[in-house]
C-alpha cells in the first residue's frame, strides 16, 4: 500500500487540518500518517485557541515516521512559526522526502490567523523550494507573490513569479475572488487551466486541506502532477456535492461519499 504523511493542525471540529486530510487519505486509498504541528481548538465558526507543538517534538514526530514507515508523498499545511517550518525543512532534506505538497495556510476560512508574519518569510526561503507543488488561493498568492490578483490573467501572472522565483508547480485556486472553482496549474514554465463546477454549498470548511491531500495521496499512488491535480478536483466535487450541513458556521465536508459511492459524479 502506497503511503502519506500530513505535517499540520490539528482541528478539533473535524473538517479541516489533520482531520481533513486524513479522511482525504483513507478515502483516496493510502495510508495516512501523521505530523501534529499544533492543536487548534476551532469549530465552523472560528478558532479560539492555538497550541503549538515544540521544533523538537515535530522532529522527533517526523524522525519516527520516516526512520520506519517512509511515505511516498508529503503534505504540509499550518505551521504557524519559523521554527516549526525549519525544523520541517531540516527533516525533509535529511530524509530526502519527495512529492511534497505544501498548503501555505495563512488564515481559516472563518477568518482566523493561522501563520505569524515572520513564518511567511521563512515559508517561502525553506519550504517553496523543496515543495513539488503549491496550493495558495489568491489571498496566498497576493502575499507569495507580493502583487495583487483581480483576474484569471493576474492570477496566471502571480503563478509564474513564485513558480519562477522558487523553482516549484504551483496551483492557484481560484475560487476566493474569482467566484469560480477555476484553478490554474502553473510548472515549469507552462501553464494550464483546471475547471471545475461551481457547487452551491456554503460548507467549505477544509477544502484547501482536503484538495492538497487528495493531491498528495495521488502522487503517492503514482499519477503524474496533471493527473493527480485533476483527481484531486474530482474528489473535492464529490466531497461538496454530498451536501452535508453540519454546525452552526461554514461546515464540513461529506469524505464517506467516496466509501459508500452514495455519490454519483455529475457528467
Ligand atoms: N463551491 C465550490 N464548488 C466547487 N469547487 C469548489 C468550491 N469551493 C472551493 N472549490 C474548490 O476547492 C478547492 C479548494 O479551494 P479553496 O479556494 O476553497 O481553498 P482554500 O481557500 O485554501 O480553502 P480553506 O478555506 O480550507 O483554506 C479548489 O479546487 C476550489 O476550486
Ligand atoms: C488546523 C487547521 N488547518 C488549516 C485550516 C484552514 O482551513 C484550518 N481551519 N485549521
Redesign the pocket.
Known amino acids: 500500500m502506497k503511503t502519506a504523511v500530513t505535517i499540520?493542525?490539528?482541528?478539533s471540529s473535524g473538517g479541516?487540518?489533520?482531520q481533513a486530510d486524513i479522511k482525504t487519505m483513507i478515502a483516496n486509498g493510502v495510508y495516512a500518517m501523521s505530523a501534529i504541528t499544533a492543536l487548534?481548538a476551532?469549530n465552523t465558526t472560528g478558532?479560539t485557541g492555538i497550541m503549538e507543538v515544540t521544533p523538537e517534538f515535530l522532529g522527533e514526530e517526523l524522525d519516527n515516521i520516516f526512520t520506519d514507515i517512509y511515505p511516498d508523498a508529503v503534505k504540509i499545511?499550518?505551521v504557524s512559526s519559523s521554527a516549526l517550518i525549519e525544523k520541517i525543512a531540516d527533516k525533509l532534506q535529511e530524509y530526502q522526502a519527495e512529492n511534497i505538497v505544501v498548503d501555505p495556510?495563512m488564515v481559516?476560512?472563518?477568518g482566523a490567523k493561522?501563520i505569524s508574519d515572520e513564518a511567511i518569510g521563512t515559508l517561502k526561503k525553506r519550504l517553496l523550494p523543496i515543495a513539488s507543488v503549491l496550493t495558495p488561493n489568491i489571498p496566498e498568492a497576493e502575499v507569495l507573490a507580493e502583487m495583487e490578483i483581480h483576474s484569471a490573467d493576474d492570477m496566471i501572472e502571480a503563478a509564474k513569479k513564485i513558480s519562477d522565483t522558487y523553482h516549484c508547480a504551483v496551483l492557484c485556486k481560484g475560487g476566493h475572488k474569482l467566484n469560480d472553482a477555476n484553478d490554474l496549474l502553473y510548472r515549469d514554465g507552462d501553464y494550464r487551466w483546471f475547471n471545475g463546477k461551481r457547487i452551491d454549498n456554503p460548507n467549505t470548511?477544509?477544502t484547501?486541506?482536503t484538495l492538497s491531500s487528495a493531491i498528495a495521496s495521488n502522487l503517492a499512488k503514482g499519477f503524474d502532477m496533471d493527473t493527480s491535480v485533476e483527481r484531486a478536483k474530482d474528489y473535492i466535487s464529490g466531497a461538496l456535492a454530498a451536501m452535508l450541513d453540519l454546525g452552526k458556521g461554514s461546515g464540513p465536508m461529506d469524505h464517506g461519499f467516496a466509501i459508500t459511492g452514495e455519490y454519483k459524479k455529475e457528467a
Open positions: 499540520a493542525g490539528s482541528d479541516a487540518g489533520i487548534t476551532q478558532v499545511g499550518m495556510v481559516a476560512t472563518s493561522l470548511h477544509g484547501g486541506c
